[in-house]
């Protein structure tokens, strides 16, 4: 309905505009001022001819383009003036535009715990609170009822939309027009530039979310870009991810990247061949995102006809003409499916023919965007490496009247002159980021943002690795009993400018002379004083040095009179100390609520509050330079005592400082029968000291016993 609304608009058709409207208001929409629930404001995404509902759950890209359309019907035809006049355009939209990026779950009005169309930091009391900086947020989800929210689909990604509606509110707010809709200027300009990050959060996106050869994305992924669910392949509603590219491309130029994505996917296509397809105008619609065919492999779809043309817009290659002259050629679906065909192929003919616009009121002008090449770079801290050196960015002005402004890295703005340089005149400029500071920038992924007068800020990913041949230790290994008076002893290789920096055991550093470790030479000698201070079993020693990867000591020390954990495992049999615990809500903030002592060889763990929020325990492991991945799992054996503890989900994550990090929530029934749980780490890149926080969701009063916490295969 929203599409033909959208088509309507666009072929300035009001009489048909104004009777889609109607009709959805009617029969789909849930009234925002109704009862509350997961679908106030929104709707109904399937119904009969009749009226009737089909399904009461919206798809948000509906929404997308309901609220757009109207924003457009403002622009060329003016609205009504009535504040429950459906034909008040620029009011409905606005109530859309509020509803599609806020839940209210204080009092139950929404729903606790409950995602709007978008995530948005504090959705959720404990996975998303306040502050959060999940990849999730800003992203649109695949629905959000239930699990459904834990995921999006990468055609629901509409930049282009999300720009002009900032552009809407930002004007909004300079005229101080709230519509009765926001409570304040504040809320107001908080939705505003919402929506602009979602518009830059969504063409980061689909960067991730589409094959680096192919092109093609996945009907639904997760919210990295990974396909997930029942439709992880490049299916029906993938067709529509090129043309939202394309089209943001086309109205605000954001990047150069769109050239790039136009030209892979037009590639792909362009050359398939398979026994039943065979280039440009005979390839088939549905496959696997690396360009594997499917079994059901589908025909060649004008839908999908469609979406490659639209890329044209974007495209730098002469074969886009080919996709079009395809697209110009193509028969119109019949019958059945010719619903969502047709709909793609009118967008299509709307988008190549330059006649599918963004109408804007008088007051909202779109500004052209600078652009930067290439979009990610790689860095490697090795000297004798080919990423090692200087990156060099070339950046495009629209005109003469831009600057860039300044690079930072998160809230840390880069010195010019030190941290980079720049020349050039005219429309170019030439940035070159020094290998100086790209050294000081710890191994994984960082963003540096481009920050410029007016128009869009551009980011640079930085992929930053260090392939520094380690320093070593030999042997890795020794043994300790405490009823002697022996020394352990390793020599360290170090490689050429190397040094030891440190030594750790679970992130507190072993100290100098008689009472840790002395040094002659390469020769690193543990006192006995030192290793009589060790707990029994195995005590992960970390030697970090001033480059490179850390290397690793283990000492098994038996006889040990010393209390003591850590390490990588916990077996409470053996009275190991807790003395690095800390209790914590999902927000990483300190809890009274929660209690835990080894007693009677386990961990006893209780809770002495009666509310419902989650509290987690967390230990001290000690990785080394291994990562937490490559131990395959964390086994927990636990045992309930008393208490809410049935059919309760198991929460594990990463607390660093005040921040808990979740990757790990599954059900289930704990009895007072030992029960093993087996968490996998797969992807997990933590190593040296971190703490696991373990908890129960959604429990008030109980108690449990923890045995052992293992991690290993």
Known sequence: MSYGMMIAVQLNKQTEFNKLWRWARQYMYNDRNGSGGVNRGYYKWACQTSGAAKDNNPAPDGEFYFATALLFAHARWGSASGSTDIMNYQLRARELLYDMCHRDWTNWTDGYDQAALFRRPGDHRTDNPVGSTHVRNNQPVFSPSGGSANHTDPSYH???????????????????????????????????????????????????????????????????????????????????????????????????????????????????????????????????????????????????????????????????????????????????????DGTLYMLGLLHVTGNFKAYLRSNTTPVASASINPTSVTFDKYSSNANYGNKTITVTFPDTTYSLSSITNGGTTLTSGTNYTTSGSGTTRTVVIQSSYLSTLAVGSATLTFNFNKGNNQTLAVTINDSTPPSSISPTSGSFNATTSNTLQTTMTLQSGHSLSS???????????????????????????????????????????????????????????????????????????????????????????????????????????????????????????????????????????????????????????????????????????????????????????????????????????????????
């Not at 909004?172 to 979602?198: H, I, T």
């Not at 065919?293 to 839908?303: L, Q």
């Not at 914590?584 to 009666?610: P, Q």
């Not at 990562?627 to 929460?651: C, E, P, Q």
């Open 158 to 340: 509409l930049p282009g939309f999300f720009e002009v509606w900032a552009m809407e509110l930002e004007a909004d707010a300079a005229a101080n027009q709230l519509y009765g809709v926001w409570s304040s200027l504040a809320e107001l300009q908080a939705d505003a530039a919402f929506y602009r990050q979602c518009a830059t959060k969504s063409r980061s996106f689909f960067q991730s979310a589409t094959h680096g050869t192919t092109g093609l994305g996945p009907d639904y992924a997760t919210y990295e870009g990974v396909g997930t669910g029942s439709q992880p392949d490049f299916q029906y509603d993938a067709f529509r991810i090129a043309m939202n590219i394309a089209f943001d491309y086309a109205w605000f130029v954001p990047s150069t990247w769109p050239k790039t994505h136009a030209d892979r996917i037009q590639s792909f296509f362009a050359n398939t061949n398979c026994t039943d397809c065979s280039g440009v105008y005979d390839y088939k619609a549905l496959w696997q995102v690396n360009g594997t065919k499917r079994s059901d492999h589908g025909d060649h779809s004008p839908g999908l006809v469609a979406c490659n043309a639209v890329a044209s817009l974007a495209a730098t290659n002469a074969r886009a003409w080919q996709f079009l002259d395809d697209f110009w050629n193509i028969s119109l679906t019949k019958g059945q499916y010719r619903y969502y």
């Open 503 to 713: 030594i750790t055991r679970n992130g507190t550093a072993v100290p100098t002379g008689s009472s840790g470790y002395t040094t002659n030479g390469n020769t690193i000698t543990f006192t006995n004083n030192y290793l009589k201070t060790l707990p029994n079993g195995a005590n992960v020693l970390t030697f970090n040095f001033s480059a490179g990867t850390p290397a690793t000591y283990t000492i098994t020390v038996s006889n040990s009179t010393v209390s003591g954990g850590g390490g990588t495992s916990y077996d409470f049999s053996t009275n190991p100390s807790i003395s690095g615990i800390s209790y914590v809500n999902a927000n990483g903030s300190t809890t009274t609520g929660l209690t835990a002592s080894v007693t009677g060889g386990v961990l006893l763990v209780e809770r002495v509050t009666t509310n419902h929020d989650t509290l987690f325990f967390a230990l001290p492991f000690e990785l080394g330079s291994s990562t937490l991945a490559s131990f395959t799992s964390l086994k927990i054996v636990i045992k309930g005592v008393s208490g809410d503890l049935g059919h309760k989900n198991v929460r594990v994550g990463i607390l660093n400082g005040t921040t808990y990090t979740q990757f790990y929530d599954t059900q289930h029934n704990i009895t007072t029968t030992a029960l093993t749980i087996t968490v996998p780490l797969t992807g997990r890149t933590e190593t040296g000291s971190i703490k696991i926080a373990i908890g129960l969701n959604n429990a008030s009063d109980y108690k449990y016993e923890i045995h052992s916490l293992t991690l290993g295969p």
